[in-house]
């Protein structure tokens, strides 16, 4: 069975050594130059939970795939700017049962991958594992999961099940999501309150937790959020969700999100449209005001500007 992880940036790039340590045919394939190139001419050096390990994994391109590779699985992991391009890339090698798995951060991202392969092809989930480019070729990978995943279609079951059994093999704890929307709305929570808050106010989890008007706005965030989700017949409680976000900082408190990684620390182009601002947008289209979301969207776009980040 062949895997590629089509986005081998820092999530990517874990998952792939995890998969290729547990005697995986896997491929990371990337557009950032920097990454390519060092592991190519380095191999992938990465730090697990706090053990250092160093992985010779084949590394392409995009732009680069040998014609002859073919993929029987295709973890997407690029930026959500970026998903339409990679899938174009990645389709003449995929064959007419080729599995596509997408834990990506962000809303509604089944409605393009659905342009390139048949909807019960796609696998969709969250995942809880945290990561990040210490430099090109050197990463992290912390967390022990679970990544939630289930079917678009119940035609699609099938292909969760050989999915689930590959990462719980690579110790990525997969799990078959028994409300696959409800799992994504929760991550949303997630991304929602700690990627943009953290990228603002430029500080990691725990310092965000420290305040008080942080906590505020964390609040007002997750209200809007659970409210729009209702949209797509998940009905999560507000406070709950609240105290689970809190909780999570806690855990994962030195961490600084992937969203501050891109922007502040790499003045990189954030995903924030496909996260606060697709909260926004679809309460919009729907008479749900989400006034804070299309704030810190506008907030984000700004210190891109800010920050010439490209």
Not at 146 to 155: A, N, Q, Y
Not at 206 to 225: F, G, M, P, R, W
Not at 246 to 252: A, F, R, S, T, Y
Request: contains cysteine.
């Amino acid at each position: 069975m062949k895997i590629a992880i089509a986005g081998s940036g820092a999530l990517g790039s874990g998952f792939g050594a995890k998969l290729f340590q547990h005697g995986y045919d896997v491929s990371l394939i990337d557009g950032w130059e920097p990454q390519v190139t060092s592991i190519q001419q380095e191999g992938l050096h990465i730090d697990i939970n706090g053990s250092m390990y160093h992985f010779d994994i084949p590394m392409y391109r995009f732009s680069q795939i040998p014609q002859s590779e073919v993929y029987d699985i295709v973890f997407l992991f690029p930026k959500s700017m970026q998903l339409k391009h990679v899938l174009e890339d990645i389709q003449p090698h995929l064959h007419n049962q080729t599995i596509i798995v997408c834990t990506m951060n962000g809303l509604k991202h089944e409605r393009v991958i659905r342009n390139y392969v048949e909807e019960y092809r796609i696998v969709r989930g969250v995942t809880t594992w945290t990561a990040g480019i210490d430099k090109p070729g050197r990463t992290h990978l912390m967390g022990s999961g679970p990544v939630e995943i289930g079917s678009l279609v119940p035609e699609g079951k099938d292909n969760v099940k050989v999915v689930v059994d590959i990462l719980n093999k690579a110790e990525l704890n997969g799990v078959e999501s028994d409300n696959l929307h409800q799992s994504i709305w929760k991550k949303i929570c997630v991304n929602g309150t700690a990627n943009a808050l953290c990228s603002i106010l430029e500080c990691n989890l725990a310092t965000l937790n420290d305040s008080s008007y942080a906590k505020n706005l964390i609040y007002q965030l997750t209200q809007e959020i659970v409210h729009v989700a209702t949209t797509d017949d998940v009905y999560l409680n507000v406070d709950e969700v609240f105290e689970y976000l809190i909780n999570l900082n806690e855990k994962v408190g030195p961490h600084y999100p992937s969203m501050y990684q891109d922007l502040i620390k790499d003045h990189r182009k954030t995903e924030i449209d496909y996260i606060n601002g697709a909260v926004a947008q679809l309460g919009k289209e729907n008479n749900i005001p989400a006034p804070v979301n299309a704030f810190v969207t506008n907030l984000i776009h700004s210190k891109e500007n800010q920050l010439n980040a490209q």
